[in-house]
């Protein structure tokens, strides 16, 4: 949408989403800025899939053209999204991290003090096993790391129930294993869900019920409540605010007309009972601590 033609880039389709959001006070997280399926690049780019000096010299161009424009305007950079097993635009390990770098030093040209996020859509990482390129995506931010390519928070997505191989419905427990795999990159995770409150593809599964506003509505809550026990989990976001009729998505918190759903109230109550202190705590020492241990004849650790 912002550069159907190489080198000519046109932000009229996101400059009112800005201006709307600096009128409101609100923190923008832009991007992910590359995301190598298919139907997210530009048709002059996908003739050219698997020719990487291209894709390299056109992710230089556009970050240095979305850093301009909005680099003054964004509180976070989303760089990338899936890049570590894309099967449709594979790249080796080494590529992976250069046109990361690539977009982390274009878009920072303006402005160098805004957090980097990477994005992992798949974080079960099926395809490690059948793309002979993929990587897992602990293996990509170890290695972004050790480069150089300094990422400051990653975003994590678990939206389910949906058609497609990378949206089939997990166990919670499932996903309880995936984030605490996830620990080992010792970065903050940003975590986004949802799922949908209707009928949908039967491949997809479905969580102890077929869907509905009641399914979506307790699974939110339990899955909120699953993702913020981890203590390197910063922010859970629902992923779709309302849904869309024309293109059948009914994940949404909202209807397509801007009504709550019962997961919309769901959260928000959850969000009130964690805004408010649970209750009296009183500062111990490690001293004390000791002492009372020592006291006990217990041994703590």
């Not at 048709?43 to 161009?61: K, M, P, Q, S, T």
Request: proline share 5%; aromatic share 8%; with cysteine.
């Amino acid at each position: 949408m912002i550069e159907r033609t190489e080198g000519r880039f046109d932000f009229s389709s996101v400059e009112p989403w800005l201006e709307w959001a600096a009128s409101q006070g609100k923190v923008v997280v832009a991007g992910p800025l590359l995301d190598l399926r298919e139907h997210a690049l530009p048709e002059w780019l996908r003739a050219r899939c698997g020719d990487f000096d291209a894709l390299r010299n056109a992710v230089w161009r556009y970050a240095e053209a979305v850093g301009d424009l909005v680099g003054a305007r964004t509180g976070m950079w989303n760089v990338a999204a899936g890049i570590n097993d894309c099967a449709w635009w594979p790249l080796k390990l080494e590529q992976m991290v250069e046109v990361t770098r690539r977009i982390a030093v274009g878009l920072r040209k303006s402005r160098r003090e805004v957090p980097i996020m990477l994005e992992i859509p798949r974080p079960f990482a099926e395809a490690v096993g059948s793309l002979s390129r993929a990587v897992t995506p602990t293996t990509l931010v170890d290695t972004l790391g050790t480069e150089g390519v300094g990422i400051d928070c990653v975003l994590v997505k678990f939206c389910m129930g949906q058609a497609g191989a990378d949206h089939l419905t997990r166990d919670l427990l499932e996903v309880s294993a995936a984030l605490d795999a996830l620990r080992s990159i010792r970065k903050t995770l940003f975590v986004s869900i949802d799922v949908p409150s209707g009928p949908t593809d039967p491949k997809a599964g479905y969580w102890r019920a077929p869907w509905s506003a009641k399914s979506q509505s307790i699974w939110a809550l339990q899955m909120f409540q699953v993702a913020l026990s981890k203590g390197h989990v910063g922010t859970v976001l629902w992923n779709t605010l309302a849904d869309d009729a024309s293109r059948g998505v009914t994940c949404g918190l909202t209807t397509g007309d801007g009504m709550p759903k019962p997961a919309f109230e769901a959260l928000v109550k959850a969000r009130r009972r964690l805004a408010k202190p649970l209750g009296d705590w009183t500062a111990t020492s490690t001293q004390q601590v000791r002492s009372q241990a020592s006291a006990s004849g217990g041994d703590h650790a």
